[in-house]
């Protein structure tokens, strides 16, 4: 994926995916293994907020005009936020959302309840995408400061 988070117009990538502005050659886009597939056949989106890793909403129209609505957000069900809310995350509002479905285990018991949980929502801005290796990297580094003989100390810039 690397030579694709590399090109100009790429806004997102993940283990198999990409999104980007920038039109591929076709010889790279296909169904069989290793190709690149197409997954809204040729439409395009019309606005997307992509901000994190497994965090982004985007819409389209599809072929019949009708709007569509898409999110990923880790912790919930895809497609469980509405394309307002992903906007309201960016805009730094948290959004609480239920889990109908979660699995607790208790290995005392070797039992696992099915319970009703919820889950508050943030975007976190602190971190940034590095382009030349493919890493996220945080925004407020590290700094390491080892003498010789002495134990190391951390610093903040």
Do not use: H
């Not at 100009?8 to 999104?19: E, H, I, K, L």
């Not at 056949?41 to 992509?50: C, S």
């Not at 602190?126 to 002495?150: A, E, R």
């Amino acid at each position: 994926m690397l030579p694709y988070k590399l090109l100009p117009g790429t806004v997102y990538t993940d283990t198999d995916s990409v999104f980007t502005t920038d039109k591929l050659d076709t010889s790279l886009v296909g169904k069989e293994l290793g190709m690149m597939k197409n997954e809204l056949d040729g439409i395009v989106i019309e606005e997307g907020y992509f901000l994190g890793i497994k965090q982004y909403g985007y819409w389209y129209y599809d072929k019949d005009g009708n709007r569509v609505e898409k999110s990923v957000f880790a912790g919930v069900k895809r497609d469980s936020l509405t394309f307002n809310e992903i906007k309201s995350l960016y805009e730094g509002n948290e959004i609480t959302k239920e889990i109908p479905t979660r699995f607790y285990k208790n290995l005392e018991c070797l039992s696992i309840n099915i319970k009703s949980t919820k889950t508050t929502l943030n975007f976190n801005p602190d971190k940034s995408l590095d382009l030349k290796t493919g890493f996220y990297i945080p925004l407020k580094i590290l700094k390491f400061n080892f003498k010789k003989g002495s134990r190391g100390r951390v610093r903040y810039p």
